[in-house]
């Protein structure tokens, strides 16, 4: 048996680190050993719950031996340089998103990683949902048949938070320390699409703010034309907690598939998979077996009755 990997975290600005930490303290495989963050109140909790001492320096972690991969939270603006740095540590690292401030950094980023022979690779969860996975599965298998059109629809209501706003996670919406609220939100539902239909061959956007002034921007819109032809769209808005959108279907991520298929045997497989109670509304939030069923299951048996 392997021994344990052991594991720092590079910043814990993003809470995702936070939830992720929460989760492998209890992995057999992986040893929490240190994280360092310029806010010790936001750090040491963490580091209490998770058994990770508390660094005030970077160094502190890096230097460490004993750790061989790690987390980075921290501001977008940070990303660069922090990996930067773990690479040229010879520590393997998960970054969050959005990847970097600039495609330069991106690209001084990877050379980085390559040149210094570690893993460097984002922190893309959501290809982890189990609803993703059946999607994708579904997809790829062709039970879906031709598909013409893609619809996926992000919605989370941070931009109608004051304590967000005005919060420590402010740094979310200034525009020195994160690209935007599509950069930051959009990019997992764009990471399934590239994920389940591949590099698409083209791609527009509109991004603007249109409901609020709290963040560089608050709704998007992008089209993608994919690579075996079909069209794609990813909408991202920041809707208020509790709405309903328009299509009656709560907030979060939704999917929709449109195309031909000539047997009832997919949307019968898909609604009975979603229908299981392990289909997912957002994040950890399980749908139990009889309650609403993610739009494209739908949408897939009006198409297959038709």
Same mark, same amino acid.
């Given at each position: 048996?392997?021994p344990?990997? +052991?594991? =720092?975290v ?8 936070s939830?992720? %930490?929460?989760v ?5 495989? #992986? ?14 909790p963490?580091?209490? *719950? &998770?058994?990770?001492?508390?660094? !005030?320096?970077?160094e ?13 939270g921290?501001?977008?603006?940070r990303?660069?340089? @922090?990996?930067i740095a773990a690479?040229?540590?010879? /520590?393997?690292i998960?970054?969050?998103?959005p990847?970097?401030m &600039?495609?330069?950094?991106?690209? *001084?980023m990877?050379?980085?990683? %390559?040149a210094?022979?570690?893993? @460097? ?12 996975i059946?999607?994708r599965?579904?997809?790829?298998s062709g039970?879906? =048949?031709?598909i013409g059109v893609v619809r ?5 209501? #941070?931009?109608?938070?004051?304590e ?9 919406v200034? %525009?020195? &320390?994160n690209?935007g ?5 959009? %990019? ?6 590239c994920?389940?239909f591949?590099?698409?061959? !083209? ?5 603007d703010?249109v409901?609020?002034?709290a963040?560089p ?10 690579? =075996? ?8 808005t920041?809707s208020?907690p509790?709405?309903r ?6 907030? @979060?991520?939704r999917?929709a598939f449109h195309?031909y ?10 609604a009975?998979?979603?229908? !299981?109670?392990?289909?997912r ?7 139990p077996? +009889?309650?609403e ?5 739908? /949408? ?7």
């Amino acid at each position: 048996m392997k021994p344990p990997i +052991g594991i =720092g975290v590079l910043s814990l600005a993003h809470g995702h680190v936070s939830l992720y %930490a929460d989760v492998m303290k209890d992995f057999p495989d #992986v040893r929490l050993l240190a994280a360092c963050d310029d806010n010790p109140e936001r750090a040491r909790p963490v580091c209490e *719950r &998770t058994g990770m001492r508390y660094e !005030s320096r970077v160094e502190g972690v890096l230097d460490d031996p004993a750790v061989q991969a790690v987390m980075i939270g921290s501001e977008t603006s940070r990303h660069a340089a @922090l990996c930067i740095a773990a690479a040229e540590a010879g /520590k393997h690292i998960l970054l969050q998103k959005p990847m970097a401030m &600039t495609l330069e950094e991106c690209d *001084r980023m990877n050379a980085s990683a %390559a040149a210094h022979g570690v893993t @460097l690779a984002m922190a893309w969860q959501m290809r982890h949902d189990p609803a993703n996975i059946k999607m994708r599965d579904l997809v790829q298998s062709g039970a879906l =048949g031709t598909i013409g059109v893609v619809r996926r629809r992000h919605c989370i209501p #941070v931009l109608f938070n004051a304590e967000f706003i005005n919060g420590p996670t402010n740094w979310h919406v200034r %525009a020195e &320390t994160n690209i935007g609220m599509f950069a930051d939100d959009a %990019a997992h539902p764009i990471d399934w699409l590239c994920w389940t239909f591949g590099k698409p061959a !083209s791609v527009m956007a509109e991004i603007d703010n249109v409901l609020t002034h709290a963040a560089p921007d608050d709704n998007g819109i992008a089209l993608f034309r994919l690579a =075996g032809g079909a069209m794609a769209t990813d909408a991202n808005t920041p809707s208020r907690p509790g709405s309903r959108a328009c299509d009656n279907y709560p907030n @979060l991520s939704r999917v929709a598939f449109h195309g031909y298929h000539s047997s009832h045997k997919a949307c019968r497989e898909v609604a009975r998979y979603l229908s !299981s109670g392990i289909a997912r509304t957002g994040p950890f939030e399980l749908l139990p077996a +009889g309650r609403e069923l993610p739009v494209f299951a739908f /949408k897939i048996a009006e198409d297959a009755q038709n």
